[in-house]
């Protein structure tokens, strides 16, 4: 961390005790005689931002719809490591949709769950602003490289927006995803089109 972020956000949050803050700053001075008493290697793990791995050339208003106990599902891999954060769902603009999603990998069990009601928006996306809504783990969740993970979502609610001219292959921020089709996609969703417009992720190192 640098000395500005230090003074600016980790003072005002009050964490650390006076004494905590004065050998901190002469450790940024180069004045301190004594071990600071917090690990001074970088951590482990991922670093920078959360990117957004699109999967759909285009995205069309109110063309899919849900019924009944049909899911909807896509299948990808990775060619690196990757932290997965959750993923973007589509929608209709001021509707709300029920939701139950789960991510597993190929010949396993549940990897993670999520369930509720969420509220459709405006988000933005590469090729043009859709309405939807960002469904983000409690827990992330680490995907291999070279490993099938499966999302597969139950959905209620009015017609949404849906995906049409989908690529297999797309290469986000040093990685390549590769999507496949979901063998109980029974809504259809599929790498072509439908579901899941954005993937939500970090990169490990």
């Known amino acids: 961390m640098k000395q500005d972020e230090f003074a600016n956000i980790v003072i005002d949050s009050k964490i650390l ?5 004065i050998a901190f700053f002469k450790y940024y001075s180069s004045a301190l005689n004594s071990p600071l008493g917090f690990l001074e ?13 699109g999967r759909f050339e285009q995205l069309q208003e109110n063309k899919w719809n849900y019924g009944s106990g049909h ?14 954060h959750g993923l973007c769902l589509l929608g209709k603009e001021n509707n709300d949709y029920s939701v139950t999603l789960t991510i597993k990998q190929t010949g396993s069990v549940v990897l993670a769950s ?16 859709y309405y939807g809504f960002e469904l983000l783990f409690d827990s992330t969740i680490v995907c291999k490289k070279n490993t099938t993970y499966e999302i597969e979502a139950l959905i209620s609610g009015p017609r949404s927006w849906r995906g049409s001219d989908g690529l297999g ?10 999507f496949t089709d979901n063998a109980n996609s029974s809504n ?5 089109a439908g579901q899941f417009p ?8």
């Open 41 to 53: 290697s970088a951590r482990s793990g991922f670093h920078g931002n959360i990117h957004r791995c």
């Open 169 to 178: 292959t797309v290469v986000c921020s040093g990685v390549t995803f590769l």
């Open 17 to 21: 005790t006076p004494e905590e803050i």
């Open 71 to 84: 899911e909807d599902g896509i299948n990808f891999t990775v060619d690196k490591d990757i932290i997965l």
């Open 188 to 192: 259809l969703t599929s790498v072509r």
């Open 198 to 205: 954005e993937i939500l992720f970090s990169v490990l190192t």
């Open 114 to 129: 999520k369930g509720g009601t969420f509220s459709s928006k405006l988000l933005q996306h590469a090729n043009g602003n």
